[in-house]
């Protein structure tokens, strides 16, 4: 199921180099750099990106098998991750159940801040979901979807993140949509700008998915603190039934034109993953083109890993993708 139904270095080769130089002025140069041309080899090479997990990839383990959501620091450190992105409605039944009130919110914060503490990780965003549509074409619902996601720009602050991953879901006609997104967005990353806080849209259904669309509008609201999350996938623009997220895809933008259109004004990458071949390959997205088009556009920031396949348990997905992601990168170099 999909989430939203349920509402993202320096390499080390310079150094070992700069290392092997200084140990050969030392010896025979003629005996050491068989040596040392294969320790060159073998030595590791960070990515160009750092790691993280999205918490939606253990959606299944909170919503179906009652894990605890405050032991997602914990599984994403055994699992090898530096960051984490939290999922807002993996934590609905307590806020909910609480009005969503200043102390449940602290609550949330402080559990939150307390775990990744513990096991040395950062913070790195909050996806939020179901807080309102930030492009409603009605102007006072606007307001008020701006308005709800202000307590989530807080908390996203009082936990050292630096984003708040937000949805433009509203009117469904192009230019009326630019229009409500462009006001939306810009007054909640006015607010934002304060808590020292990015706003960032993935493409994530309907014409947020339209890449060409998301781009002007983040060259119109044009701040600093207003960026894009490319995703690998959800490019579909079009469904059957006209929602957005379940029916069957009718349109479909083309995923890595648009990757590379909203690479400009990233701030966050998801690496989605649904299925993999044998030789452990994404069957549906091409990791190398993808990557590649990461790198070129001069990214170095967190990449969050993201499974939504059903062939593998969420762990087997998690770990499948952290290791196409770390192979992908060693072979681009």
Not at 109 to 121: I, M, T
Request: glycine share 8%.
């Amino acid at each position: 199921m999909n989430r939203r139904k349920f509402v993202t270095h320096t390499a080390k080769a310079g150094a070992a180099l700069s290392v092997m130089g200084t140990f050969a002025c030392k010896e025979d140069k003629k005996q050491k750099e068989p040596k040392d041309e294969a320790a060159t080899l073998d030595a590791p090479v960070d990515p160009f990106f750092k790691l993280s997990l999205a918490q939606w990839s253990i959606n299944k383990m909170i919503r179906f098998e009652e894990v605890d959501p405050y032991t997602f620091a914990q599984k994403a450190k055994s699992w090898g991750f530096e960051g984490l992105e939290y999922v807002s409605q993996l934590y609905n039944k307590e806020l909910e159940a609480a009005g969503y009130s200043d102390q449940a919110m602290k609550s949330f914060v402080d559990k939150c801040n307390a775990a990744a503490k513990k096991y040395g990780l950062s913070n790195v965003l909050i996806m939020v979901d179901g807080q309102g549509d930030l492009a409603a074409e009605d102007t006072d619902q606007r307001r008020v979807a701006v308005e709800t996601h202000y307590k989530w720009v807080d908390a996203a602050a009082a936990m050292g993140c630096h984003a708040i991953r937000v949805n433009l879901n509203g009117v469904q006609e192009p230019q009326p949509w630019k229009t409500a997104s462009v006001d939306g967005l810009t007054q909640l990353a006015t607010y934002a700008a304060g808590k020292n806080i990015n706003i960032i849209v993935e493409n994530h259904g309907g014409l947020s998915s339209n890449a060409a669309l998301l781009s002007e509008v983040m060259a119109t609201v044009n701040m600093p603190n207003c960026g894009t999350l490319p995703d690998f996938g959800n490019f579909c623009i079009k469904r059957e039934s006209g929602d957005y997220y379940e029916s069957k895809c009718l349109e479909e933008y083309d995923k890595y034109t648009g990757v590379k259109e909203l690479m400009p004004y990233a701030k966050a990458v998801s690496a989605k993953s649904y299925d993999f071949d044998t030789a452990g390959n994404e069957t549906k997205i091409d990791y190398t083109k993808m990557l590649e088009i990461v790198k070129n556009a001069g990214y170095t920031g967190y990449i969050g890993v993201e499974y939504e396949g059903e062939g593998l348990s969420e762990e087997a997905g998690i770990l499948a993708t952290k290791e196409l992601l770390l192979n992908t990168a060693k072979k681009l170099g």
